[in-house]
């Protein structure tokens, strides 16, 4: 499979331009799958919800929905891209899956960083497994990273590859993925986003350096800090199924999850600092 990541600059507020850009660059592109940023078709930085109403979008039957379906279906690839999710009332930091035929898949951010919480709900959508060319795929966005368990609960799902759309501010993430790979053996597509987003008095500054990562830690493509670029590789997602360390010892097999209940259990307290 050829996958790759699409590292761009999204301009807050101005939604038009980003999608201009996105067709662009996806023009001619020769890839089976490709990673968008996370909040790709608006910036992230709202003040308020008020500020979000005109750029968010139904995630199956929308002006977004339709956008991407026209690109996949031109490209004839599948994409992944965060956008800004309504549904009814409620807002979502959420993530599409869209096939060359047009149908899509629906991921809703789990774990909301900083002052998101006080814009966005927080996804219910779980983690889940699609299928795409015999390729399974897993999605998570952004902050979702830091929870190991995140990335382990796609793997045990059985995904082959994680598409991980992005808005990265603190300078973590792209070494951490190392550990997610391995412990899971899986491809990781980590799709940042470059430049700035500035509102009001607040100002973020978002790290770059999109990659993607083999099953054994290796960094097989990544980008510049502050860049736009395409990067595509081609992968064998075999490679993410064997999931044997030696003779002796599997990563799922030798789990000891007789003595793991209190990961769901275990409530933390202020007491326990």
């Known amino acids: ?9 999204p301009r807050l507020f101005e939604e038009q ?25 608006s910036g992230y930085l709202f003040a308020n919800k008020d500020e979000m109403k005109y750029l968010s979008a139904s995630a199956k039957q929308s002006r977004i929905a339709d956008f991407f379906r026209n690109i996949a279906k031109r490209e004839n690839i599948a994409i992944v891209v965060g956008i800004l999710e309504q549904d009814k009332e409620i807002y979502y930091n959420s993530s599409i899956l869209v096939y060359p035929d047009g149908k899509i898949e629906l991921y809703r951010k789990t774990h909301l960083f900083y002052k998101e919480k006080l814009l966005f709900a927080p996804g219910n959508t779980g983690f889940n497994v699609f299928n795409y060319q015999e390729v399974k795929l897993g999605l998570m966005i952004c902050f979702d ?11 045990l799902k059985g995904a082959d ?23 899971n053996n899986v491809f990781i597509i980590t799709a940042n986003r470059i430049g700035s987003d500035k509102n009001r008095s607040s100002e973020l500054y978002f790290t770059g350096a999109s990659q993607i990562m083999s099953p054994k830690g290796e960094i097989l493509a990544s980008a510049s800090i502050d860049k736009e670029e395409i990067r595509i590789v081609d992968i064998d997602p075999q490679e993410a199924r064997n999931k044997n360390i030696n003779e002796y010892n599997h990563l799922f097999k030798d789990r000891r999850t007789d003595l793991y209940s209190e990961l769901s259990t275990y409530r933390f307290s202020q007491k326990n600092e």
Not at 27 to 40: C, G, M, Q, S, Y
Request: positive net charge; glycine residues 2%.
């Open 17 to 41: 331009k980003n999608l201009h850009r996105i067709d662009k660059l996806l023009t001619d592109v020769n890839a089976d799958l490709i990673v968008l940023p996370e909040l790709a078709t």
């Open 1 to 9: 499979m050829r996958v790759g990541f699409l590292q761009f600059y």
């Open 145 to 155: 990273w830091i929870f190991p368990e995140s990335a382990r609960i796609l793997a």
């Open 161 to 183: 590859v994680i598409c991980h759309s992005a808005n990265l501010v603190m300078p973590y993430c792209q070494k951490a993925m190392y550990a997610r790979a391995i412990e």
